[in-house]
């Protein structure tokens, strides 16, 4: 098992910056495939950005693409989101999921596949 706590979200104008960290607990990070999704107000949770266990392999949605890098560190045990030229459709609760993969490179952009998430944190991009 592995739990999971983000931080980091905020009210910030359009083409700014936030870096968003998710702490994890529990089993072996690197264990775990590690992904960012968001839900917007009255949309369903959506696919941000997704990182293998190692760290070697990476996968973004078309939308956050060359703006948002997904990083991990797993001796320290997190994982990072960070956002730059952020726009208002950036606005929604950002959420941390892990899925165990031990010893696979895959990442996937399923919420299906992913069975411990945090609790959200809330990204406000103003225009």
């Known amino acids: 098992q592995v739990q999971l706590v983000e931080s980091g979200g905020g009210l910030v104008q359009a083409g700014g910056s936030l870096r968003l960290s998710c702490a994890a607990s529990?089993?072996?990070?690197?264990?775990?495939?590690t992904g960012w999704f968001r839900q917007a107000p009255g949309k369903e949770r959506e696919f941000v950005a997704g990182i293998s266990g190692s760290g070697g392999n990476s996968y973004y949605a078309t939308s956050v693409k060359g703006r948002f890098t997904i990083s991990r560190d797993n001796a320290k045990k997190m994982v990072y989101l960070q956002m730059n030229s952020l726009k208002p459709e950036d606005t929604a609760v950002y959420y941390c999921?892990?899925?165990?993969?031990?010893?696979?490179?895959?990442?996937?952009?399923?919420?299906?596949?992913?069975?411990?998430w945090g609790q959200g944190t809330e990204v406000t991009v103003s225009s």
């Open positions: 999921a892990a899925s165990f993969r031990p010893a696979s490179s895959d990442v996937s952009s399923s919420p299906h596949e992913y069975d411990h």
């Open positions: 529990g089993r072996t990070l690197s264990f775990y495939a």
